[in-house]
Every structure is written in structure tokens, then in C-alpha cells.
């Protein structure tokens, strides 16, 4: 079957659903509106589903129960607190805005719904799709692989994919592969210097905070730069330092945040350990003290080596090889795709939409004025259905 025509024929109505999508983004865990939405979709297409993370997150069923391999297919949902300005008719409603694609996402998945759904009794096994909230910042994943979203009937393998390429100036509807560690680890950090507050002209008589920081922040960037070898991605970043009241005086401490990228595991865990250990030692050296807190958010995303090769046997299909891309190194982002990739494996890939405005201004997500080119969207669909039968029946 040329589930690339299929995809062309109901590609009206994924324009449709995601134009409709768009106009009521919601954000975080709770999606009244989009799960309702998405359900209604579910509904009309005869998929039987439930509901999860209080009725934001919705798991689909399709296919024979009870035999062969299940495979999960994965979109998220939620929006961000952007205030739209792209002025197109289909503009957001509410204030928030779709300025991530996940409204595509979204619309990709019913539309593979529909196929998966018109051709059920061609499936040797299950299909489980996979609506999630909360993937910016609120681990949805998290949450629904602990309310058992991989459970009964129990996955074998995941795919997902993010619109837009992870750079510029790739071609609408380019696809883009990779084999391994593909994106960051997304970790936070918290530092409170501890001094003893004095007089500005009078430093001998306190321990001075912001000195200590100033070393601070020097010494952290070494873990990058001394402590590892190699080319392996890492980044440190001290985003936020927040301290004193006045010109004359020494402050009591000095609060410092920063956010921690990595690909590798165990970097990231030692990483944990050094910047803590680094800026209590040099606190301590200059008699201060500090506190410290390491926050492991969403893990490195890992794609496995043997369903990515199944996959882009399956895209090449949709698109051709000439179309696929493999990605040169990972991208410094993060993405809640990570925790379903920890517990089953899987791949998550890019599709290539258009990044430029009418007036030929590079535009990425998460800005006011973001866009995508439905004209991808179909592929999108045509992706997941296609993997979906050579992964169960082949
Ligand atoms: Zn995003
Ligand atoms: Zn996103």
C-alpha cells in the first residue's frame, strides 16, 4: 500500500485539526481543551483510548490485541506562554501559543490514527499512540510512564518526531536521523555562597561573597574544559546571579542558578558531584561556606542503533534516501521524549519545515513569529503509518 497517497488523501483534514489545535494552546499537565479535542477525533474515528495525567494525556489503541509486537507512537501536545504574532487567520485564541509544533505533532498522529485505524485488520499487532502533556518543562512523559502508559499491552518499541530541523537552512520535508545520544540532558543547578555581611571599606571584617562567586563561576567552567576529554558535548551554565543591596556593603551571600547539558550519563553524574564539590571547596578556602542543590531534569535523549536503522528503512519508503539526513552531532536541547526512550527502545526524529517568514527572516520555535509548512504535515502521518506496518508485519 502507498500509505504516502493515503496520507495526501486526508491531508485537508490534518491541516484542519491542526489549524484548530492551534488556536487553543494550553500549557503544562492539564490540556482541558486539546485532549477533549483530540478525544472527539478518537471518537469519530471509532479508537478506543483512556485517559491519564487527569485527563490531559490520552493512550489509543489500535490493532489485533493479544498478538505480535506492540509499537507506541508518540506526540506531544501542550503550547507555550507566547503571545502569537505570526497573524495568520488561525491565530491563537488565549493568549498562549503553539509556537513549538506540537500542534503539528498532534495533527501528524490523528491522521496516522485514521490510516492505522482504516486498515486495522492488516495490523499483526498493536499500535499504541501516545498524546502527552507537558513535554515543555513538566516532564508529561515522566508522568505517564509512571501512571503505566507502556504498560498492558507492554511496549516494544517507540517513535516520535519534532518538526523543523535541528539547523538551519535544511529543505521542508528533509528527514533527520541519528543513531545514538541525539539530544541533552536538561539539568538544573542551585548555589548559595555564604559570607559574613561588612562594611564595603571594611573587608577584613567580614567574608566577602561575591569574591568567592567571581571564583566561582571561573572554576565551575573548568569541569568542561579540565576534567573531560574528549568530544563529548558538555556545557555549563551559571544563567543567574542574584546578591547584595548596596555599593558599601559586603552581602550575606551571593544565589547563583545555572543549567547543566550532556549526552553522556555519566558525565552528567559526575558533573552533579563536581560543581558541588568545587564550589563548597573554594568557599570553604576563603572562609565562606556554600549550599548546593543539583536537579537531574529530563535525561539525555539515546535513540537505539537498530530500530533508528529499521526506521530509515521504513522513511526511505516515504521519502527516498535522498531526503534522509543523519545528523552530525547531537543538538544541546532537551526533550521529555528521553524518559519513554529510557524504558523502551526506540528513535526520535526531526522533520525538516520551513524556518523563514515571507520576508525571508530565519525564525526558530519558540519565538512569537514561528511557523511551520503544512506541506509536510502529510509525511509526517505517512512516516508514522509506514513504520508502524513494517515494524509489526515484517
Ligand atoms: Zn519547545
Ligand atoms: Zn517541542
Not at 136 to 148: D, L, Q, Y
Request: proline share 4%; aromatic share 8%; net charge negative.
Amino acid at each position: 500500500m502507498n500509505f504516502k497517497e493515503c496520507a495526501k488523501e486526508i491531508e485537508k483534514d490534518i491541516i484542519k485539526w491542526r489549524r484548530n489545535l492551534h488556536q487553543i494552546p494550553e500549557i503544562g499537565l492539564d490540556l482541558p481543551q486539546t485532549s477533549d479535542y483530540v478525544q472527539m477525533r478518537l471518537k469519530e474515528m471509532g479508537i478506543e483510548y483512556k485517559t491519564l495525567v487527569n485527563g490531559s494525556a490520552i493512550v489509543a489503541l489500535i490493532g489485533e490485541k493479544n498478538q505480535g509486537k506492540t509499537i507506541a507512537l508518540r506526540a506531544d501536545m501542550d503550547a507555550l506562554p507566547i503571545k502569537e504574532e505570526t497573524g495568520v487567520l488561525y491565530s491563537s485564541k488565549n493568549g498562549n501559543m503553539h509556537a513549538c509544533g506540537h500542534d503539528a505533532h498532534t495533527a501528524m498522529l490523528l491522521g496516522a490514527a485514521k490510516i492505522l485505524k482504516d486498515n486495522e485488520h492488516l495490523l499483526k499487532g498493536t499500535v499504541k499512540l501516545l498524546f502527552q502533556p507537558g513535554e515543555e518543562g513538566f516532564a508529561g512523559a515522566k508522568h505517564m510512564i509512571e501512571e503505566g502508559a507502556l504498560e498492558s499491552p507492554k511496549v516494544d518499541n517507540i517513535v516520535g518526531l519534532h518538526i523543523g530541523a535541528p539547523s538551519k537552512g535544511v529543505p521542508d520535508g528533509k528527514v533527520i536521523v541519528n543513531y545514538g545520544k541525539t539530544m541533552t540532558c536538561l539539568d538544573k543547578f542551585y548555589l548559595k555562597i555564604k559570607g559574613i555581611g561588612a562594611h564595603g571599606a571594611y573587608p577584613e571584617l567580614g567574608v566577602d561573597p561575591v569574591t568567592i562567586s567571581a571564583q566561582v563561576i571561573g572554576a565551575l567552567q573548568c569541569i568542561v574544559s579540565r576534567e573531560k576529554g574528549g568530544p563529548e558535548p558538555a556545557i555549563i551554565t551559571v544563567g543567574k546571579i542574584n546578591g547584595g543591596t548596596a555599593f558599601n556593603i559586603i552581602p550575606e551571600f551571593i544565589e547563583m542558578e545555572g543549567t547543566a547539558r550532556f549526552v553522556d550519563q555519566g558525565l552528567r553524574e559526575q558533573a552533579a558531584k563536581r560543581i558541588g564539590e568545587i564550589s563548597t571547596g573554594i568557599a570553604k578556602a576563603m572562609r565562606g561556606d556554600c549550599e548546593y542543590e543539583y536537579e537531574f531534569g529530563y535525561p539525555p535523549l539515546v535513540n537505539s542503533k537498530e530500530i533508528t536503522e529499521k526506521f530509515i528503512k521504513s522513511a526511505q519508503k516515504i521519502v527516498g534516501s535522498e531526503n534522509i539526513i543523519e545528523m552530525e552531532r547531537p543538538i544541546m536541547g532537551g526533550e521529555d521524549m528521553a524518559f519513554f526512550l529510557q524504558e523502551v527502545p526506540g528513535t526520535f526524529f526531526f522533520l525538516a519545515s520551513s524556518e523563514y517568514d515571507s520576508e525571508g527572516n530565519f525564525i526558530s520555535s519558540h519565538n512569537p513569529k514561528f511557523n511551520i509548512s503544512e506541506d509536510v504535515l502529510h509525511i509526517g502521518t505517512a512516516l508514522f503509518v509506514q513504520t508502524v506496518f513494517d515494524f509489526l508485519n515484517m
